[in-house]
C-alpha cells in the first residue's frame, strides 16, 4: 500500500468518525524490549465472549497487532496492511490467523471489535478482555502502552500511546519475527507464503 493511500484511508475512517484533526501525533513514540524475548502466550475474551487463548490457534500460524480502535492512522494502516496480507496468501490464508489485540479494553468490547475488524476483513480476530488480561499479553509481547490526555486534567478524550509492528508465530506458539510498522505486505505475504509451502 502506497504512501498516499495509508493516509487517506486513516482520515476517512478516523478524522470524521472521532473528532481528530489532520495531523495530530502519531501515538506510537514508546521503545520496545528485544523481540527474541517475545513470550507469545495470551488468554483473552473473543466476539461472542468466550475465552480465547494462544493454544486455540495451534496449527496455524498467528499475525498479531496490538493497537486500538479510536487510534487515528497507525491501526487503521496496519489492519489494512493484514487484510492486504491475507488477500495475497489467498486459499493459503486458511493457515494464518490475524488477530489484532486492543490496547484499550474499557472501550474496544469484544462486539464492537468484531465489527470493527470486520471493515478491514471478516478473517481478523479482534481480541479485547480485562485491564489485566490485557497488560499481560502485552507484556508477553514486550508491547508497552499508555494513555495520553488532552490537557492536563486525566478525564475526557484519551489516545493510547503504544508500540506498532506486526508479530509473526509458528504453529507451536514460536516467535518467529517482528515486523517493524512500514514493512511492506507484498514482502511480509511473501514471506509467510515461503513458510507455508515448506510445511
Known amino acids: 500500500m502506497n504512501p498516499g493511500r495509508r493516509q487517506l ?11 481528530i484533526a489532520a495531523g495530530t501525533r502519531s501515538p506510537h513514540s514508546l521503545t520496545e524490549a528485544p523481540p527474541e ?8 475474551i473473543g466476539p461472542d465472549g468466550g475465552a480465547v487463548s494462544d493454544d486455540d490457534f495451534r496449527g ?9 480502535a479510536a487510534c487515528p492512522d497507525i491501526c487503521p494502516t496496519t489492519l489494512a496492511e493484514m487484510a492486504d496480507i491475507l488477500k ?5 490464508a ?12 474499557e472501550r474496544d468490547t469484544p462486539q464492537f471489535l468484531k465489527t470493527y475488524t470486520a471493515f478491514f476483513d471478516p478473517r481478523i480476530l479482534g481480541l479485547s478482555g480485562t485491564p489485566e488480561l490485557v497488560q499481560r499479553a502485552a507484556r508477553n509481547y514486550k508491547v508497552r ?10 478525564s475526557g478524550f484519551y489516545a493510547v ?8 508465530v509458528g504453529p507451536q506458539g514460536e516467535f518467529i519475527k517482528k515486523y517493524a510498522f512500514g514493512t ?3 514482502q511480509i505475504a511473501r514471506e509467510i507464503g515461503e513458510l507455508l509451502s515448506a510445511q
Not at 496455524?60 to 486500538?68: M, N, Q, S, V
Open 88 to 92: 495475497q496468501l489467498d486459499k493459503h
Open 60 to 68: 496455524r500460524f498467528r499475525l498479531i497487532a496490538f493497537g486500538y
Open 37 to 44: 524475548t517475545v513470550n507469545t502466550r495470551f488468554l483473552l
Open 184 to 186: 511492506p505486505s507484498e
Open 94 to 105: 486458511e493457515a494464518l490467523q490475524a488477530i489484532f489485540i486492543s490496547v484499550d479494553p
Open 145 to 154: 502502552y499508555a494513555r495520553v490526555y488532552e490537557g492536563k486534567q486525566k
Open 9 to 19: 484511508l486513516a482520515t476517512l475512517l478516523c478524522a470524521p468518525c472521532l473528532g
Open 161 to 168: 500511546d503504544h508500540a506498532a509492528g506486526l508479530f509473526l
